[in-house]
Nanobody, 124 residues
Framework: QVQLVESGGGLVQAGGSLRLSCVAS????????MGWFRQAPGKEREFVSA?????YYADSVKGRFTISRDNAKNTVYLQMNSLNPEDMAIYYC????????????????????WGQGTQVTVSS
């Protein structure tokens, strides 16, 4: 069982930056592929980024967001730069025990564990 706790969300002006963190419980963090998803009101949950030994990004965030992980701290990060109102959503981190490819990581059903989410609000 893995528990995930996100933090770092908040209110930021358009063009600003935020860094999200997700801390995982357990001693096998390095064996999980980690992902970030987001969900805006009235919209489906959408893939943002994932990381195993490689990094994967949705086209909408490529070049602006950076995923990283610190296995010693059981933590995955999402650095978000050049934020715009379209990025406003609840951001969730997720853990997948089976590794795959970009298409695999983009599917919410790939992930067995989810955090509770952290709100990101971008003012224009």
């Amino acid at each position: 069982q893995v528990q995930l706790v996100e933090s770092g969300g908040g209110l930021v002006q358009a063009g600003g930056s935020l860094r999200l963190s997700c801390v995982a419980s357990g001693r096998t963090f390095s064996t999980y592929a980690m992902g970030w998803f987001r969900q805006a009101p009235g919209k489906e949950r959408e893939f943002v980024s994932a990381m195993d030994l490689r990094t994967y990004y949705a086209d909408s965030v490529k070049g602006r967001f950076t995923i990283s992980r610190d296995n010693a701290k059981n933590t995955v990060y999402l650095q978000m730069n050049s934020l715009n109102p379209e990025d406003m959503a609840i951001y969730y981190c997720a853990a997948a025990s089976t590794w795959g490819n970009a298409k695999w990581y983009a599917a919410p059903n790939t992930y067995s564990y989810w955090g509770q989410g952290t709100q990101v609000t971008v003012s224009s």
